[in-house]
């Protein structure tokens, strides 16, 4: 099936570093999603991103959605060790009753103290 | 305010069997969406429910059915298991807000099926 190209596939960090990830797509997208998952659970909502060029943060969590509307970036600032876990980005386009969701491949995230 | 529940959370099967999985959407959300999670990759889009009726699919075969209840609630069935459909089923729900907008999807925490 489908899937974004996301990157990095894993991250290894110290507690306190500033972390970023990126998703890439073929695909223009009208609202891209950012996603985190813990072992056997799944995904939490983290930002959603409406608008090409829109810049959203959350706490320390900072989004953008990219002005080709075919990317999107997660920042993570001064990391802490609840951040480990699977961080995906799903796209979702509009119209036609198509609002599935694609997602990325995945970032992998651990934190060392 | 209830989110999504899923259940069963693990269920075992062997290959040819039938199984049943079933979601509560969180409450006021009227449209469930069915994905596929393989171990080591992100979930993929099975189908989507809205007023009773299959209103997308993905690229799944005829083995993957689903349902949708008056309650909104959602089954997802599975016949003639195989081995290859052991993962984790993620079921998402929203609210319909017409073709004025794109509908966020908030995830339930899932059901691990394993085939042996």
């Known amino acids: 099936g489908q899937q974004l190209n996301q990157s990095p596939q894993s991250m290894f960090i110290q507690e306190g570093e500033d972390v970023s990830m990126n998703c890439t797509s073929s695909?223009?997208?009208?609202?891209w999603l950012w996603y985190k998952q813990d072992p056997g659970e799944g995904p939490v909502l983290l930002i959603a991103?409406?608008?090409?060029?829109e810049l959203t943060s959350n706490g320390r969590l900072t989004a953008q959605f990219g002005i080709t509307r075919k990317d999107s970036f997660l920042n993570i600032s001064a990391s802490i060790p609840s951040d480990v876990g699977i961080y995906f980005c799903?796209?979702?386009?509009?119209?036609?009753?198509?609002?599935?969701?694609?997602f990325g491949t995945g970032t992998r995230l651990q934190v060392f103290p | 305010d209830a989110g999504v529940t899923q259940s069963p959370t693990h269920l075992i099967k062997t290959r040819g069997q039938q199984v049943t999985l079933r979601c509560s959407p969180k409450s006021g959300h009227d449209t469930v969406s069915w994905y596929q999670q393989a171990l080591g990759q992100g979930p993929q889009f099975i189908f989507q429910?809205?007023?009773?009726?299959?209103?997308q699919r993905g690229n799944f075969p005829d083995r993957f059915s689903g349902h949708q209840f008056p309650n909104y609630s959602s089954e997802l069935n599975v016949n003639a298991l195989l081995l290859g459909d052991s993962a984790l089923y993620l079921c998402?729900?929203?609210?319909?807000?017409?073709?004025?907008?794109?509908?966020?999807?908030?995830f339930g925490p899932g059901t691990r099926l394993t085939v042996l």
């Open positions: 799903a796209g979702q386009s509009m119209g036609g009753n198509t609002d599935k969701l694609i």
């Open positions: 429910y809205y007023e009773e009726e299959e209103r």
């Open positions: 998402a729900s929203s609210l319909d807000s017409g073709a004025a907008g794109v509908d966020t999807q908030y």
């Open positions: 695909s223009i997208f009208n609202t």
């Open positions: 991103l409406y608008k090409a060029g």
